[in-house]
């Protein structure tokens, strides 16, 4: 684990000049944030605070979180706490909302996303996904829990959906907590231009980086884009010498192929020995949030990998020199 | 006291860890005890009362030890098959203790109309045999009869403060949840607290080392100088024979704790004679070995140190009869000595250390008392209270951490039994490997145990008031979520304020809606309120009032409990050696520390009144969603017909989720309450009163009293759970945000008691990784000034009530990697996923 001391070694390890952004107009930079999530003990070493992005470039099917995935705010809602009054449904001028037995429906082409709702409800059922906040703002929330972070090894993580397709604002965040000391960590999946990705390594003490598939064809299937642009993008990561973790989601039928987790072990191992992968098992939990947004679930029949299939991917990563991990 | 280097060894560390305290011994031994029914045990209350008839005429100190040793030499005594640690309260295998002299009318009550057989607690009795029934209805009925007719406290109270005053009381203590005087609970033969009076007194270092003889000879040299040196000077002859009889009755009772002791050698011997397995017949030997020694002298090994902790620990028990919050100590300062020396004599393996000190929980857990309804309403209905204190930093700056700290928990993690109650003393340099165990054997262990207490603050609010440091730091937790000093502090009298309570009354212009009283003061009518400042004023005006009649009461009460049941706390006197030279027990101030003896004010539902501002605030005056009339009359619907209003309460912002606009209000309830209630001094010592925010179950029973509340609460249920509790399901995020608000500013300065309460669930703690995390959570909870943290783990039910629930458990997360939701969220098939994840401990 880093320490406070530890990370302002790597800093200066890098020869980062410390710039000042505080009072200058890099704090205004607005970014869409749907959730800010604290003492969050899974993504990163320590205590931290995670800050989700909302918006990203690519659209996986397995996705769990799909709130995550649209740019703009959107309205959410809770079912188990509706009590089917239909109040929301008379305040709404776009005709866009109904609500029956089997909970409440928004009709996403229709919906505006004013948010008399979500005011007209008062069993906080609806709730808007994504605010727009400055990047000062985010950082007040943030800094609530430095002592936190200090004695726990820990700091803060930004994730998205994807932290490169906002990418000011991503830089300008990270680089205000690094210039305070706070240990901050990059989840993301790759798809941003090098240039923003290269402003904000400077700012970044620890990269997790997902791959789903090393066939460019396969990945496009998948996620809907080709996977060159990521393929790069993580060499340019180990050239920076910022470590990283790879995490690989295994999705039963998708990307577990014998062939396709070799090509992977033996890419990754050729760029670098030092990166760890880690298996992240598929599972089912996302599906709720599907529904809260009335959007189908693809893969609803699709159930989590088995224990020994894991084990055996873990394997055949490890035989490449790599340190492998599965996440439960 | 023992200093050690509290590094353990990582071999020692492994060696312990890998001890089998349930071995097939303690396992047939527990399950036993699990398997038996609550019986009702009256030979104790039947001894009590024979001899009180045999001692009329004595002084009452005398009377009382001549029962208690009546009691010890006469009643039953049983060794069961393979038992190691001997000394059980009763003949059966779960035998419920009473002692009716105390409170005959409740017994009369229960026996008459079969009450016997509910099951609301585990500690309440299903079963009494019909001979015993009788003999019981006998000794209740005869106690019905002599008992004072008349109970002194509450005429002295009424002559004082008038009749009206006892409606601030009555029915679960509305404003004032007076510890003595109730109009209708039945007190018995001293119709006050009596023998139990605000007592905590619990087997002491000193004595278990030293022995009871060393007491014994104390009182006696005492006797003899006073006779010799003429104490009774003019005018104080009085003092000098209750100091003479004070000093008998120690005597006495050490004597009868002594000779119980022998009946239980004796018995050894006995049934070793007739013993065939060899084994077995070697152990009995040693039973009677041991009990021929202790507690009469110093232990000379470990076994014997256990053996004289059990036998003290049961005699505090039966000495206080009614109050059970007989605690334990610090039994890793208390054992190690002799721990140590039996280890580096080869006497003794760590293995066999772990036996013994798990057979000796089991015989704390099997003490048990009969609950009787009354008190069963307004205590925490099976909670017992022997608290156990572990670690701690000396005068010298050395970490008392040892060995036995470490097989304590081992002990409380595998033996998996709702009591004792763990403490551990945490301070800032405390071995991370130390922490980890303790943290993993909360995971195991489940609900709140260990509970970490901030040593440095405890210390220095001891040297704040003028204990000497090798005083102050030796500290220990004690009764429901209190400390005191080990050389006999005693808390004198203890009465809640509920503050939720006044608010509400404060709502209504000091006119209480359940009673239709004007019990408090006029302090206006907050329909016409414009600003929450006018709030602020009508309430702490309305505190002010009750903490003078509050304090006015407790003068009274402790004087008239003093006068008339001089006898109480005798066991205070056997057990803290300045109460010897003093003549007086601890309560009366006798023990080194007088000034030690302040009251304690139990403060309740602080944050409940932050929260009622904030959504007044929030939704009267600043949205204008409702006015201050509407709000009044949907509260005085209990919400029916006003659910939208409720809801608005209810979403309106929480104390608990590191938002500055209610924790400011918060911060400002709390500390001006804090100076209200400790600003007048207390009348016995001229001292600061200190609080009291435990949790127990007093958020209970004066929720009961309350209506409903701004902050969307129904009426008459629970308060917030702890002093720096949220409301239940309201702190939404996480605990980061809820430390943050509870340690806005020095709520616990004041406090004897202040817990922080947290749920976590089990997947939080499932690597080593995460227990750090823990660990640092706990670090920076006390660097922030934090008094008392306890983690409670939930399990798969907590999962089931939030399924069939979800709108009290809205903020439950599921977490796993890159993800997390809210359980309620989940549909329910994968709900039961990841129920049956957490029972694997893998979610
Ligand atoms: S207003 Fe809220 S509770 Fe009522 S139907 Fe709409 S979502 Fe459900
Ligand atoms: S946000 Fe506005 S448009 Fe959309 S459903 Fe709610 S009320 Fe209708």
């Given amino acids: 684990m880093v320490g406070p001391v530890g990370l302002l070694q790597v800093v200066r390890g890098h020869g980062v000049p410390r710039v000042d952004c505080k009072g200058s107009s890099m704090g205004e930079i607005m970014g869409t944030v749907f959730n800010i999530q604290r003492y969050s003990i899974d993504d990163g070493p320590g205590i931290r605070s995670t800050v989700f992005l909302k918006g990203c470039p690519l659209n996986c099917k397995w996705c769990s979180n799909p709130e995550s995935q649209n740019r703009n705010p959107e309205i959410s809602h809770r079912d188990s706490l509706c009590s089917k009054c239909g109040i929301c449904v008379q305040v709404c001028e776009a005709a866009a909302i109904t609500v029956d037995e089997a909970g409440v429906h928004i009709d996403r082409d229709r919906c505006n996303v004013c948010g008399k709702c979500i005011d007209a409800c008062d069993r906080e059922v609806l709730e808007l996904m994504g605010r727009s906040m400055t990047v000062e703002e985010v950082f007040s929330q943030l800094q609530r829990d430095t002592d936190y972070y200090e004695s726990s090894g820990g700091g803060v993580t930004i994730c998205g959906g994807e932290a490169l397709y906002q990418p000011e604002f991503t830089f300008a ?23 923003a990705l290269q402003r904000i390594l400077q700012y970044t003490s620890l990269v997790f980086y997902d791959i789903k598939h090393l066939d460019a064809r396969i990945h496009r299937e998948l996620t809907g884009k080709q996977n060159g642009l990521i393929m790069r993008n993580l060499e340019l990561i180990i050239r920076s010498g910022v470590p990283v973790v790879i995490r690989v989601p295994y999705i039963p ?76 | 006291m023992t200093i050690t280097d509290s590094m353990l060894s990582k071999a020692n560390a492994k060696e312990i860890k890998s001890v089998v305290v349930m071995t097939e011994r303690l396992k047939k031994l527990k399950r036993e005890w699990e398997d038996a029914d609550p019986v009702v045990y009256v030979d104790d209350t039947l001894l009590f009362t024979k001899s009180w008839k045999e001692t009329d005429g004595l002084p009452v100190d005398l009377r009382w030890a001549k029962a208690f040793a009546k009691r010890l030499e006469e009643c039953p005594i049983l060794l069961r098959d393979d038992e190691l640690i001997v000394g059980s309260l009763t003949k059966f295998t779960r035998g419920n203790n009473v002692l009716v002299a105390m409170k005959p009318r409740e017994v009369l009550e229960m026996a008459k109309t079969g ?106 040299a005492e006797i003899d100088k ?48 007739k013993e065939r397995n060899p084994v077995r017949k070697q152990e009995l030997e040693k039973i009677a070995e041991v009990c021929d020694w202790v507690p009469g002298n110093r232990p000379r090994n470990y076994w014997e140190a256990v053996q004289s902790l059990r036998f003290l620990h049961l005699a505090c028990w039966k000495e206080s009869s009614e109050r059970p919050e007989v605690g334990i100590g610090r039994i890793d300062q208390i054992l190690y000595p002799f721990y140590e020396e039996d280890l580096a004599q080869g006497r003794l393996t760590r293995q066999e250390a772990g036996e013994l000190l798990g057979a000796f929980w089991l015989k704390i857990r099997e003490t048990e008392n009969l ?29 008392l951490t040892n060995e036995l700290s470490w097989l304590v928990l081992e002990v409380m993690r595998q033996i998996k039994l709702s009591e004792p109650a763990v403490y551990i003393r945490w301070h800032e340099g405390m071995d991370e490997d130390f922490m980890l165990h303790a943290l993993e054997c909360n995971r195991d262990f489940g609900g709140g145990n260990p509970a970490f207490l901030n040593d440095k603050l405890g210390t220095d609010r001891y040297l704040a008031r003028g204990v000497k440091p090798e005083d102050a730091t030796n500290w220990l937790a004690s009764g429901c979520l209190g400390y005191h000093l080990e050389c006999g502090e005693h808390m004198a009298g203890m009465f809640s304020i509920n503050q939720a309570k006044i608010f509400e009354l404060t709502l209504y212009n000091g006119f209480d809606p359940r009673t239709k009283k004007q019990l408090g003061l006029q302090t206006g009518d907050v329909t016409q309120f414009t600003s929450l400042e006018q709030f602020y004023e009508a309430f702490f005006q309305q505190e002010d009032y009750f903490a003078e009649i509050l304090r006015k009461h407790y003068f009274i009460w402790w004087s008239s409990e003093n006068m008339n049941s001089p006898m109480s706390g005798l066991r205070a006197a056997m057990l803290y050696e300045d109460c010897i030279p003093a003549g007086l027990t601890s309560r009366e101030g006798g023990a080194r520390y007088p000034v030690c003896r302040a009251s304690w004010i139990g403060d309740r539902g602080i944050t409940d009144v932050a929260d009622d501002l904030a959504a007044i605030e929030h939704l009267v005056f600043r949205s204008n969603k409702f006015t201050m009339a509407e709000l009044l009359d949907a509260m005085a619907a209990n919400w029916e017909g006003h659910d939208d209003i409720r809801q608005m309460c209810l979403n309106a912002p929480k104390y608990g989720n590191d938002d500055d606009f209610v924790d400011e209000i918060f911060n400002r309830v709390s500390l001006t309450t804090q100076m209200i209630l ?32 701004p902050n969307g609460r129904k009426a008459g249920t629970p308060l917030n759970d702890a002093g720096t509790s949220a409301m239940p399901g309201m702190d939404v995020e996480g605990p980061t945000a809820l430390i943050n608000s509870a340690t806005k500013a020095p709520h616990a300065w004041e406090t004897v008691g202040i817990t922080h309460n947290m749920k976590f669930p089990k997947a939080m703690l499932t690597s080593t990784a995460k227990l750090e995390n823990l660990a640092a959570l706990v670090k920076i909870f006390f660097a922030r000034g934090g008094w008392h943290i306890q983690f409670n783990i939930h399990d798969s039910d907590e999962l089931l009530k939030a399924k069939e629930n979800p709108e009290q458990y809205k903020n439950v997360l599921v977490r796993v990697g890159g993800y997390s939701a809210y359980f309620v969220d ?4 994968l709900q039961d996923e990841i129920i049956a994840r957490t029972l694997h401990e893998v979610y």
């Fill in chain 2, 678 to 709: 400790t600003g007048r001094p207390d009348p016995f010592t001229g001292e600061k009163p200190m609080l009291f925010k435990g949790a127990a179950a007093g958020h209970v029973t004066q929720g009961a009293s309350v209506g409903a509340l």
């Fill in chain 2, 826 to 829: 989940l549909p329910p098939e």
């Fill in chain 2, 371 to 399: 609950v009787t309804i009354k008190r069963e309403h307004r205590a925490a209905p099976g909670t017992l209270l022997p608290d156990v204190t572990l670690c701690g930093i000396d005068e010298n700056g050395r970490d």
């Fill in chain 1, 253 to 328: 039928g998708h990307n577990d192929s014998k062939e396709n987790i070799e090509a992977l072990a033996k890419t990754v191992s050729g760029m670098s020995k030092e990166a760890k992968v880690n298996l992240l098992p598929y599972h089912r939990f996302g599906m709720g949030k599907y529904a809260m947004l009335d959007r189908r679930y693809e893969l609803a029949k699709l159930l989590p990998p088995s224990k020994e299939d894991l084990s055996k991917a873990k394997e055949i990563i490890e035989s490449f020199g790599l340190a492998c991990e599965v996440a439960v």
């Fill in chain 2, 226 to 273: 006073m006779v010799d040196q003429g104490a009774c000077l003019p005018g104080a002859s009085a003092a000098a024979l209750r100091k003479y009889y004070l000093l008998k009755a120690t005597i006495v009772s050490c004597e009868a704790i002594i000779a119980y002791a022998h009946r239980y050698a004796d018995l050894a011997r006995d049934l070793a004679l």
């Fill in chain 1, 173 to 195: 965040l990270l680089k205000r907590c690094r210039e305070v000391g706070i240990h901050t960590c990059l989840d993301t999946a790759g798809y941003g231009t090098s240039s």
């Fill in chain 2, 115 to 220: 009450r016997f057989d509910r099951k609301l607690s585990d500690i309440s009795a299903t079963y009494i045999d019909p001979e015993d029934l009788k003999l019981l209805i006998e000794d209740a009925e005869y106690w019905v009869q002599h008992m004072p007719t008349v109970n002194y406290v509450n005429e002295a109270l009424k002559e004082e403060l008038g009749e009206g005053h006892f409606d601030l009381m009555f029915d679960r203590g509305m404003v004032f949840e007076g510890r003595a005087v109730r109009v209708d609970p039945d007190r018995g033969l001293f119709q006050g607290w009596g023998a139990f009076g605000g007592g905590i007194a619990q087997p002491t270092m000193p004595v278990i080392h030293n022995g009871l003889n060393h007491v014994i000879n104390l009182a006696k």
